[in-house]
């Protein structure tokens, strides 16, 4: 099972995690309340193998993960990452291995064991 807590609400969910225009999907079904403030910060404990966000100020990962996509934010993984991890904006920071490409156009990465 996967928590998910964004600016204090918690979502429990499976194998995916989704944040669109402030919408919160997890595994394709919408779950309830907008998320409309301005910081937003994302804390996932579990093992989801996709977590997707348009936009965050920061996204944090304790356990592993399958792919991560994310448009803005630092994203930070405390565990192990199977597949790829893709920011546009942003500093990437991974406290494992990483299965496949670690990707962003601005921002730093850094690998920490």
């Keep these: 099972?996967?928590?998910?807590?964004i600016n204090g609400r918690t979502f429990t969910g499976g194998k995916s995690v989704q944040m669109i225009n402030g919408k919160v999907f997890i595994d394709g079904e919408l779950q309830g309340g907008d998320i409309e403030d301005k910081v937003i910060h994302i804390v996932i404990e579990?093992?989801?193998?996709?977590?997707?966000?348009?936009?965050?100020?920061?996204?944090?990962?304790?356990?592993?993960?399958g792919h991560l996509n994310s448009s803005t934010?630092?994203?930070?993984?405390?565990?192990?990452?199977?597949?790829?991890?893709?920011?546009?904006?942003?500093?990437?920071?991974?406290?494992?291995?990483?299965?496949?490409?670690v990707e962003t156009s601005t921002g730093d990465i850094s690998f920490k064991k």
Excluded: F, Q, R
């Design 73 to 101: 934010g630092d994203v930070e993984v405390n565990g192990n990452v199977e597949g790829n991890i893709k920011t546009s904006t942003g500093d990437v920071s991974v406290w494992g291995t990483v299965g496949g490409d």
């Design 1 to 5: 099972m996967v928590n998910i807590k």
């Design 46 to 65: 579990g093992n989801p193998e996709l977590v997707s966000v348009d936009a965050c100020d920061e996204l944090v990962v304790h356990g592993n993960i």
